[in-house]
T-cell receptor, first 113, second 111 residues
Framework: DADVTQTPRNRITKTGKRIMLECSQT?????MYWYRQDPGLGLRLIYY???????NKGEISDGYSVSRQAQAKFSLSLESAIPNQTALYFC????????????FGPGTRLLVL | KNQVEQSPQSLIILEGKNCTLQ??????????LRWYKQDTGRGPVSLTI?????NTKSNGRYTATLDADTKQSSLHITASQLSDSASYIC??????????FGRGTSLIVHP
């Protein structure tokens, strides 16, 4: 089984709808992250969490919210989806430390019409 | 503003040939630099991580170099294989964590 899983893998929604993307990990890592990737652009950090009670905004948090329900689960919500949130979304985990490796999920492809 | 610039944007080579990808950054202070490989439709996978004191690191046919003085890194791929076709992403982190991602170099290896 994959260490980092994301659901759904693909989603089409309409403008104004609320949508939640879920991430689960079995690596036992404390740190979890949400990124978005747009064609021709690098990954950009949306939110990150270093433990269950810790939530931090990343570079592009506007329009998004997150919930860290447990060490293994980190969900991303779009309260009112808009077309420019169409992108590929990745969840990642890491074990902390000065040079930690991030482990990425397979991604969720979101299309907002 | 912290920036990571990668070149070339895309590269096409023949199977068996070597190639070198470049990464220049302005992140300061510097903590570590990572190279990731991202296959189409998949999440990035780590290839190497280097801290300030390291100037070279290898992972099989992949060798990364780091010059912290000039703020440059390179990823050298030896004896390329068709499976090397992917996007290669340079990521630089400063103290306080938030990483800065480059836009990636798209590599295509032709038979």
């Amino acid at each position: 089984d994959a260490d980092v899983t994301q659901t759904p893998r693909n989603r089409i929604t309409k403008t104004g709808k609320r949508i939640m993307l879920e991430c689960s990990q079995t690596k036992g890592h404390d740190r979890m992250y949400w990124y978005r990737q747009d064609p021709g652009l690098g990954l950009r950090l949306i939110y990150y969490s270093f433990d269950v009670k810790d939530i931090n905004k990343g570079e592009i948090s506007d329009g998004y919210s997150v919930s860290r329900q447990a060490q293994a689960k980190f969900s991303l919500s779009l309260e009112s989806a808009i077309p420019n949130q169409t992108a590929l979304y990745f969840c990642a985990t890491s074990d902390g430390g000065g040079a930690e490796t991030q482990y990425f999920g397979p991604g969720t492809r979101l299309l907002v019409l | 503003k912290n920036q990571v610039e990668q070149s070339p944007q895309s590269l096409i080579i023949l199977e068996g040939k070597n190639c070198t990808l470049q990464c220049n950054y302005t992140v300061s202070p510097f903590s570590n630099l990572r190279w990731y490989k991202q296959d189409t439709g998949r999440g990035p996978v780590s290839l190497t991580i280097m801290t300030f004191s390291e100037n070279t690191k290898s992972n099989g046919r992949y060798t990364a170099t780091l010059d912290a003085d000039t703020k440059q890194s390179s990823l050298h791929i030896t004896a390329s294989q068709l499976s090397d076709s992917a996007s290669y992403i340079c990521v630089v982190s400063g103290w306080g964590y938030i990483p800065t991602f480059g836009r990636g170099t798209s590599l295509i290896v032709h038979p």
